[in-house]
């Protein structure tokens, strides 16, 4: 194998990553989420762009997803299109990509084809359903995926429809996250003096229904009934929920252990007034005593209140005003880069911090210096880059690109 090690190139300076190098197949949702999480800890992130485009449908200056990664572009269906992106695994540590079952092979890019090239190639797919099963060949988004794993079943209140958690739990920790395990652990065994290249097969219906462990172990111990509204975590306890206050706004309370609720009731100012906790009988009552109490001051007046507490109370904030949390702020949890802000890379590590060190790639763009830094051979003359499109609504992300 000549990717790590082998002179990764720009873009590659930091992070416990540095030297791996990706190739990932361009689509849309948790691929390039994963691919991204990639690039922020250093690993040199080459994204295979399709003529025309293939992302979110927004400006490209804006698709936070492909900070960190460098462009090239390469049509698949073309004649010499399987050939360059064969150059590209041959020189690859992990290749991501996100078609449906079957896709990738047709274009000649598929496993087969590119593990015979580099043998110790970790090849990552992404999709929803996984690679074989009734519905491998359907399409399918993030509320489906969550829906028949049981997790949407859990979520909201028991008299309403189950609330949707936008795309973050199939799409991302699901689907995404358990890729960046999968591929990284397929890489440590590559690694290994007899270890060897594979396919990680990280469907977003097997993540999603992993997340979901401590709660089938709960149920099956009797801890938690199988239905929405009725379980401590779920909403059912007055005491871990969210609370309007009175402009409207909300705060969130999960004082759970005791110590912390009696501090949470105390700061409140029902102290005495309530009934025991222990009473479930007489939960509506105490939900609805805790309610009124937050109905008469504004969040920020809230906030104020269990400022230095140990209640377990903070404010519900929108995606705006996230960033100027006091802690967050404090911790560096957002950045700013090339005038975006966005969330900083995460984990963090001690000696090799990751960072955002490139603005997204538009497509295209790199070409020539990915040509160079991984020693291809005589790059064509690349398509010229398609024209960023104005503003629009994204499409919602789950099963990838098709093909």
């Known amino acids: 194998m000549t ?15 540095t030297g791996v190098r990706v190739v990932e197949l361009a689509g849309i949702g948790p691929g ?34 492909n900070r ?8 698949l269906k073309a004649p010499e299109g399987a050939a360059r992106l064969l150059d590209l695994a041959e ?13 990738a092979e047709r274009l ?3 496993p087969e084809e590119c593990l015979g090239r580099n043998p110790r190639l970790v090849y990552g797919r992404m999709t929803g359903w996984g690679q074989e099963g009734p519905l491998a060949d359907r399409a399918g988004h993030d509320i489906g995926y969550i829906a028949v794993t049981g997790a949407l079943s859990m979520i909201g209140k028991a008299e309403e429809p189950p609330a949707l958690p936008a795309n973050l739990l199939g799409d991302y920790a699901g689907g995404a996250l358990y890729l960046v395990i999968g591929v990284l652990a397929a890489l440590q065994h590559a690694r290994t003096p007899d270890g060897a290249g594979q396919v990680v097969d990280a469907a977003i219906v097997d993540g999603t229904s992993h997340l979901t462990t401590m709660i089938h172990a709960m149920m099956g111990a009797g801890g938690w009934q199988d239905r929405r509204g009725a379980n401590l975590l779920d909403g059912a306890s007055p005491f871990y929920g969210s609370y309007e ?3 409207g706004a909300y705060m969130a309370v999960g004082a759970l252990e005791k110590r912390f609720y009696n501090e949470f009731v105390e700061r409140l100012g029902l102290t005495g007034e309530v009934p025991d906790r222990r009473d479930f009988a007489r939960w509506d009552e105490l939900r609805e005593a805790v309610a009124a109490r937050f109905r008469t001051r504004t969040r920020d007046e809230w906030t104020a209140v269990f400022a230095g507490s140990d209640a377990c109370v903070a404010p519900v904030l929108s995606l705006r005003e996230a960033p ?22 995460a984990p963090r590590f001690s000696a090799t911090p990751g960072s955002v060190r490139r603005p997204p790639a538009r497509p295209g763009e790199h070409a020539a210096e990915v040509a160079r830094d991984w020693d291809l051979p005589g790059p064509p003359a690349a398509p010229e880059p398609p024209a960023a499109p104005g503003p629009v609504s994204a499409p919602p992300a789950g099963q990838a690109e098709q093909g």
């Open 91 to 103: 020189r690859a540590d992990i290749l991501i990509e996100g078609y449906r079952p079957g896709v």
């Open 324 to 345: 100027d949390h006091p802690h967050l702020a404090a911790r560096g949890t957002f950045t700013d880069h090339a005038g975006l802000r966005q969330p900083a890379p």
């Open 108 to 110: 000649g890019v598929g």
């Open 32 to 65: 390039p989420f994963a691919a991204m999480t990639l690039a922020d800890l250093g690993a040199d992130v080459v994204r295979v762009d399709r003529p025309g485009g293939a992302g979110l449908g927004i400006d490209p200056a804006y698709d936070l997803t």
């Open 245 to 247: 206050t009175s402009d």
């Open 68 to 75: 960190n990664k460098r462009s090239v572009l390469i049509d």
């Open 3 to 17: 990717g790590a090690g082998a002179g990764a190139g720009a873009g590659t300076t930091d992070g416990p990553l």
